[in-house]
């Protein structure tokens, strides 16, 4: 080997050694290639993205309804309001209180002359009554008016009506309550039969006994009348202001029925359990008539 030549181990150490030199400095470039690169490619797609949008929160859950143990746990600070429950049966109307046995004397004005009236209320023990009236100007006798029926939780219930000419019925009114109609001796009308209805004569008592049971001052009172014609019709009362020389009277006057209606008026008295003391029908000086309470035999 030549003196100052290096041997050949020695330059393939050399080589060695500036190879692995040269791959380190090619492997730090690239490591540093990728630090820089790689920020600047995050922040491009970052702008090319649109702005997010505002995100509404979300709504809130509808309230579940507890379970029935959960109710029944919690507390109630209300209680619940009790259950009301239908009545199975209406009650029934209050009881309307007639008065007992009497035979009231009238006055009586018809057609232009005086002449005077009785009117006899026999209630019986059974629940039965008999209502009559009769009439007499001077010496001529007028056809007397008879109801016959029951007395119940609605006051009169008229069974038969009949106007009488010489003790006997010439003219009738017959109600079947239980078929619910009611007919007529000079008519073939058979009508419906309302509740409560009245004749011509039980109708006094029916409107004293229904004011009687709620005497409102200014109020209205309904009562369904049948006439010996085939007629039947809802008669309505109203209060009407009385005169001085009525003063304490209740002064009641019938709504009219038509435009040739000849009116109807009654003067209760309180302090005779509303007892009809005065009644005019049409203009007693024609062919109407008025009866004044004058003596009472109880």
């Given amino acids: 080997m030549r003196a100052g030549l290096p041997s050949p181990r020695a ?40 702005p997010a949008l505002p995100v509404a929160p979300p709504e809130p859950a509808p309230p579940t309804s507890p379970s029935p143990q959960a109710r029944s746990t919690r507390p109630n600070p209300r209680p619940p309001a ?33 002449g005077e009236a009785q009117l006899e209320w026999q209630p019986q023990d059974d629940g039965r009554y008999s209502l009559r009236l009769t009439r007499r100007v001077g010496e001529r006798t007028l056809p007397a008016m008879e109801s016959l029926g029951h007395t119940g939780s609605t006051g009169l219930a008229p069974e038969r009506f009949a106007l009488q000419r010489g003790g006997q019925d010439r003219q009738a009114i017959n109600f079947d309550a239980e078929g619910r109609r009611v007919s007529f001796s ?52 109203e209060t009407v202001n009385s005169a001085p020389e009525d003063a304490g009277m209740l002064h009641l006057r019938r709504l009219p029925l038509g435009e040739r209606d000849p009116g109807v008026e009654l003067w209760l008295d309180p302090n005779r359990g509303y007892w009809p003391v005065r009644l005019r029908q049409g203009d007693p000086e024609t062919r109407g008539f008025e009866i004044r309470l004058s003596d009472v035999n109880s």
Avoid: C, M, N
């Fill in 186 to 237: 000079a008519s073939p009308a058979q009508l419906d039969l309302p509740e409560g209805t009245q004749d011509r004569l039980s109708w006094w008592l029916q409107l004293a006994a229904l004011v009687q049971a709620a005497p409102t001052p200014g109020g209205r009172w309904r009562v369904w009348v049948a006439g010996l014609r085939g007629e039947l019709r809802e008669w309505v009362f």
């Fill in 82 to 114: 009790p259950a009301v429950e239908a009545p199975t049966k209406a009650p029934d109307a209050p009881l309307l209180r007639l008065a007992g046995p009497a035979a009231w004397q009238y006055r009586l004005r018809q057609g232009g002359q005086d």
């Fill in 11 to 50: 330059a393939l150490l050399a080589l060695a050694a500036s190879l692995l030199a040269h791959a380190a400095l090619l492997g730090g470039g690239r490591a540093r290639e990728d630090t820089t690169v790689q920020p600047a490619r995050a922040i491009s797609v970052a702008l090319l993205q649109p």
